[in-house]
T-cell receptor
């Protein structure tokens, strides 16, 4: 069955430090991969997505993610975080099958950037 | 300005009352979704609709109902049968300007429902 695991529920980090938020998935077919960010009491905003092609994907706000098919991972990285990056981050997967549009979601990682 | 609107932002209701949450999109997307979000539980799918006049139950449909009479509107009713309705509710639509394989889900700002 398709599933998404975000390995860390909380990640504290100091401002200007690098960060990696980990995401692993399981699926028997090829997938599309997404990272979304949610600021407090707001909806989700798409950070980046992998559909095909280059496995290194660049998104908004200086984030990037790398698709690793052999390890079924799609980890999110930023080389230097800001206070304003404090938010909840969600990894999601969509199976590349027919008209399927449903996303399978991880439980989220809360990133806390401290001064 | 294209996007998804949800109203109201905050909603309070007494236990036992039905309540309807609004979701409107002007993105011309066919598919729309309702999610429920509780702390530490991520997003759980309540209902989704791939096309007008058609919708399917998601993972936690019990106690909820929807309609899809117009492409741009997908209201969610939280009925008195929902045992624990207090949560943050998110509406999303799914589409894009390219091939279907490139479609992305876009989210509204959410409605926080509190049942007293």
């Amino acid at each position: 069955a398709q599933s998404v695991t975000q390995l860390d529920s909380q990640v504290p980090v100091f401002e200007e430090a690098p960060v990696e938020l980990r995401c692993n998935y399981s699926s028997s077919v090829s997938v599309y991969l997404f990272w979304y960010v949610q600021y407090p009491n707001q909806g989700l905003q798409l950070l980046l997505k992998y559909l095909s092609g280059s496995t290194l994907v660049k998104g908004i706000n200086g984030f990037e993610a790398e698709f690793n098919k052999s390890q079924t991972s799609f980890h999110l990285r930023k080389p230097s975080v800001h206070i304003s990056d404090t938010a909840e981050y969600f990894c999601a997967v969509r199976e590349n099958a027919g008209n399927n549009r449903k996303l399978i979601w991880g439980l989220g990682t809360s990133l806390a950037v401290n001064p | 300005d294209g996007g998804i609107t949800q109203s109201p932002k905050y909603l309070f209701r007494k236990e036992g009352q039905n309540v309807t949450l609004s979701c409107e999109q002007n993105l011309n997307h066919d598919a729309m979704y309702w999610y429920r979000q509780d702390p530490g539980q991520g997003l759980r799918l309540i209902y989704y609709s791939q096309i007008v006049n058609d919708f399917q139950k998601g993972d936690i449909a019990e106690g909820y109902s929807v309609s899809r009479e117009k492409k741009e509107s997908f209201p969610l009713t939280v009925t008195s049968a929902q045992k624990n309705p207090t949560a943050f509710y998110l509406c999303a639509s799914h589409g894009g300007s390219g091939p279907p394989s490139t479609d992305t889900q876009y989210f509204g700002p959410g409605t926080r429902l509190t049942v007293l």
